[in-house]
T-cell receptor, first 113, second 116 residues
Framework: GENVEQHPSTLSVQEGDSAVIKCTYS??????FPWYKQELGKRPQLIID?????GEKKDQRIAVTLNKTAKHFSLHITETQPEDSAVYFC????????????FGKGTSLLVTP | DAGVTQSPTHLIKTRGQHVTLRCSPI?????VSWYQQVLGQGPQFIFQ???????GRGNFPDRFSARQFPNYSSELNVNALLLGDSALYLC???????????????FGPGTRLLVL
């Protein structure tokens, strides 16, 4: 089956710095790549997504880039704030499975004041 | 504006028992997916339903089954529970009008299952 690898597993940055999380996927037929933020004890919340016909997407302090040739995509958070602290998951659509997603193992981001 | 709802919120069972988890999607959404999230891991895909038909199945044993009803709500059933089935079970709702694989999934709060 398809795998999604996510790195790093933990990331600690100071407030105001940038954070970058990287993911790779194995099935070239994947065409949708969302990122979710999950706070402790809460449901995953979509923060940004990108489709395979787009190379980059930005929403305020958050941006995602996609390299289809290399099969990797990245999340960039600029001007980090303590409330950005959470676990972030990348995901890739599973071909021939409707809207199903394969998730990475997550990155625990800690932003210290 | 009701989001995805799941019931129950918490459940404790013993090995060998069976469990039924329920999910109601966002109004107007036609697709439901089920995921298992073990502590410290990402959600793992179990089933995906669209218009009451199974569209995808993850790598889970036959003890896991699901169905979607005419009102688009869904049930996940797990038989012969094992200790390893202890996890957060998440339901995700998708509108289901766009191209396959390219629509946003909205997650419910989950059902936390503990098997003793």
């Amino acid at each position: 089956g398809e795998n999604v690898e996510q790195h790093p597993s933990t990331l600690s940055v100071q407030e105001g710095d940038s954070a970058v999380i990287k993911c790779t996927y194995s099935d070239s037929a994947s065409n949708y790549f969302p990122w979710y933020k999950q706070e402790l004890g809460k449901r995953p919340q979509l923060i940004i997504d990108i489709r395979s016909n787009v190379g980059e997407k930005k929403d305020q302090r958050i941006a995602v880039t996609l390299n289809k040739t290399a099969k990797h995509f990245s999340l960039h958070i600029t001007e980090t704030q303590p409330e950005d602290s959470a676990v972030y998951f990348c995901a890739a659509s599973i071909p021939n499975s409707g809207y199903a997603l394969n998730f990475g193992k997550g990155t625990s981001l800690l932003v210290t004041p | 504006d009701a989001g995805v709802t799941q019931s129950p919120t918490h459940l404790i069972k013993t090995r060998g028992q069976h469990v039924t988890l329920r999910c109601s999607p966002i109004s107007g959404h036609k697709s439901v997916s089920w995921y298992q999230q073990v502590l410290g891991q990402g959600p793992q895909f179990i089933f995906q339903y669209y218009e009451k038909e199974e569209r995808g199945r993850g790598n889970f044993p036959d003890r896991f089954s699901a169905r979607q009803f005419p009102n688009y709500s869904s049930e996940l059933n797990v038989n012969a529970l094992l200790l390893g089935d202890s996890a957060l079970y998440l339901c995700a709702s998708t509108e289901g009008v766009g191209p396959w694989g390219q629509e946003t999934q909205y997650f419910g709060p989950g059902t936390r299952l503990l098997v003793l």
